[in-house]
T-cell receptor, first 112, second 115 residues
């Protein structure tokens, strides 16, 4: 089965609200990464958090990692319509930018 | 910045034909590239790791004789879907390790439809 399970599967919010997505995984990791995918397009890397880090920020993005619970969350603050996309977490076991195992994804819809 | 391109972006073919998909790293060299398959509204599943100058490494359950991978140069990997069938219809995405990071650059994907 896939490494990561994401929750919720779909999220619909209004512009200006915050969006929180959660990811759980099963084995030890070197790092966890979040990617964004617009419909029918490739993936864009958003943020990487290493196993020895607990929280990381990048612009309107905030990622947390709890290795004891094997879970991570992605918070997008002050969402915009342009944030509408699918968001995937991906775990890297070896830390060599090699095999990434992707979660099931959260489809985020931001309405005006 | 460095990017990965794929060609074609869309392809429609008849059942039984073969389709080749190219993945290029545009301004960085990649000794390793990765091929993923994504079904509608699902996540990406790694199919194989393409290794420059040697054989690809396939994930469990992926038929190596059906999905032929060639990594002939440091900037080009190709995936050939042989004797395609409708169940092979999917979105195929390649990626390459982003230099000096632990992340990957992803190509824009190829939508394959087998009639």
């Amino acid at each position: 089965s896939q490494q990561g399970e994401e929750d919720p599967q779909a999220l619909s919010i209004q512009e200006g609200e915050n969006a929180t997505m959660n990811c759980s995984y099963k084995t030890s990791i070197n790092n966890l990464q979040w990617y964004r995918q617009n419909s029918g397009r490739g993936l864009v890397h958003l943020i990487l958090i290493r196993s020895n880090e607990r929280e990381k920020h990048s612009g309107r993005l905030r990622v947390t990692l709890d290795t004891s619970k094997k879970s991570s969350s992605l918070l997008i603050t002050a969402s915009r319509a342009a944030d509408t996309a699918s968001y995937f977490c991906a775990t890297d076991i070896t830390g060599t930018a090699s095999k990434l195992t992707f979660g099931t994804g959260t489809r985020l819809q931001v309405t005006l | 910045g460095a990017v990965v391109s794929q060609h074609p972006s869309r392809v429609i073919c008849k059942s039984g034909t073969s389709v080749k998909i190219e993945c290029r790293s545009l301004d960085f060299q990649a000794t390793t590239m990765f091929w993923y398959r994504q079904f509608p509204k699902q996540s990406l599943m790694l199919m194989a790791t393409s290794n420059e100058g040697s054989k690809a490494t396939y994930e469990q359950g992926v038929e190596k004789d059906k999905f032929l991978i060639n990594h002939a140069s440091l900037t080009l990997s190709t995936l050939t879907v042989t004797s395609a069938h409708p169940e092979d219809s999917s979105f195929y995405i390649c990626s390459g390790p982003r230099p000096s990071t632990d992340t990957q650059y992803f190509g824009p994907g190829t939508r394959l439809t087998v009639l």
